[in-house]
């Protein structure tokens, strides 16, 4: 969302009582006119029209070449434009001409030299300040910049070496591009743009005094055959309207968006999570996704997780570490009218929340890496961007890693996103090259040394086999050896089109199943690094459970040479007992398979055997036994060659038949 400059806070204390309108404590001038366009200046910059300040606080210095407090009210103006050079010279002036007047200064110019790269004079300048001051607060602030001061100074000695390459006149215009979205096929690109809402500031350079002539809208981008991204195009009612819509998250399949929107009729605080779905029509109407997600407090920058069951945001709730926090809440189910509901939401920890922000969190689609921004860890200026990795239970790492320069600036760095892939990371700059005016979008080739876990994919369509129409069915994704959830999804409801993500390094099972048809099962093994650049198209056909209708059990794996079940096969196993009691008047029969390796008795023995103890199985599990049968069919009936290993493993199957 639209970000405003904060002051340090110290720093706001510190000067308040100089700009404060008739304020007693006597001034260090004794000019009648200086006075008075000092206060005049102070009125100006309380109302954050620091350009204004500037003139009749130089008159007064000219009036009075002594006038301490015009020298730091100056100081002060040079900081909000971001003019560290001069913030310095004023305040070492102050400093020359009385060092004990505004002890402050001396952190003060610490900070400015921070900000100029003068990381030995800023430590010195904090230092200094330390021995001076009594105050414990105060001397803890100072251990933390004298932290981040060394820090930026050793990551900008040894600066990452990326190329950031602007996204082209397609995306970025002459406004402020940023919070890109990605899906993970990486073909649509879906961001915030401010855009006016006066023609009459369309030609005039954005400030943050023209913050209200301008609003956040969404806006899309498809790639093209070549591989460039294609004329971006605002999105339509009901997703933008006259108020700000901005820190949008796709899910992996581009299907479901959450986004941030303010000041709503039905908002439960001054900004909340909204919801939309992609329909046949286009999106559909926003919906807040209500209690316990949203409260009368600020919610907002989510970011959707691959595997379709966990929303991360940030939000300044009570209950939190710091000022903002970031947070996560579980998906429970689906309403009636397509949304969501969550649990309630937990508190990242830690791990990653400080006493100061943490916001713009991006979990990565390995499930495994979150990138987000805080100005609490140590950094090069106001929000670094940093990730942390989760260990087996679920919770993140005690090493949050600063991503250095120069991912990160000395200002605020949010908006971070990664592609699938691992290999790219898209991100809003105005810092890097040539820019079509304000913030654009950029993406560059991501260093190993910050990559996360890479992550292909599997999209297609899924139909009716006979009637060749398109589905809406619902997906599940374990992995064979944990037994855990992967991905939950579902594919569109007017294309049947799904994706979902597969992480590299695992073997996963793969269900599909939709009311009155057979589930669908497959298998990946996602052991080699090709899998990321070659993921897997797959249409998949459903057929309604009829007598005769027969699949295969693709999960369902053997010992070789051997009846025993494997372990791995306990996620099938159990889908097939859920598919039962889901229809309690269907009866199955269990069909083994082997290839044409070996005698043909011994085949249809061992496969007759294979399917015995799939049948056993599902008794021990509660399954009526005259709902079952069980038959070997050896080599018979074979599905592909049993001239090639790839073709004998296909033969060598267990099959599922409907027969009352």
Known sequence: MIQKIKLTVLFIIGCLVLIQPGFSQKLTTKSKKAESLYKKAGTFYAQDHFELAKEPLLQAIKKDPKFLEAYLLLSEVFYKQKNYREQANLLEKVVTMDSTFFVFSFYSLGVANFYLDNFDEAMMWFEKYYQKTQNKASKQKVNDWLQKTMFAKNAKAQPLNIKAVNLGSKVNSAYNEYWPSITADEQ?????????????????????????????????????????????????????????????????????????????????????????????????EPKNIEAPVNTPFWESQPSFSADGRTLYYASNRSGGKGKNDLWRAQVMGIKADGTPFFGMPENLGDSINTPYDEVSPFIHQDNNTLYFSSDGWPGLGEKDIFLSHMDDEGQFTHSSINLGYPINSSGDDIGFVVTASGNKAYFSSERFGKSYGGKDLYCFELPPEIKPLPVSYVRGRVFDQETKKQLKAAFELKDLESRKMVVQALSTDFSGEFLICLPLGGSYALNVSKEGYLFYSDHFDMEKETSVTDPLILDIYLKKIKVGQQIVLNNVFFETDSYVLKSISEVELQKIVAFLKLNPDTHIEILGYTDNVGKEDYNKELSRKRAKE????????????????????????PVATNETEEGRAKNRRTELKIVE
């Open 614 to 637: 799939v049948y056993q199985y599902l008794i021990n599990q509660g399954i009526n036994a005259l709902r079952l049968s069980f038959s070997g069919k050896g080599m018979a009936d």
């Open 188 to 284: 649509i690109l879906v961001y915030t743009v401010m855009v006016p809402r006066d023609s009459a500031v369309i030609k005039t350079p954005f400030t943050p005094s023209l913050a209200n002539y301008y609003q956040e809208d969404f806006f899309r981008s498809v790639k093209d055959f070549s591989g460039e991204w294609g004329q971006g195009l605002a999105l339509l009612a009901p997703i933008n309207s006259a108020s700000n819509e901005g820190a949008q998250s796709l899910s992996a399949d581009g299907n479901w968006m959450f986004f941030t929107a303010c000041g709503r009729s039905d908002s439960k605080g001054s900004c909340d999570i909204y919801f939309s779905y992609r329909t046949q029509n286009g999106w559909s």
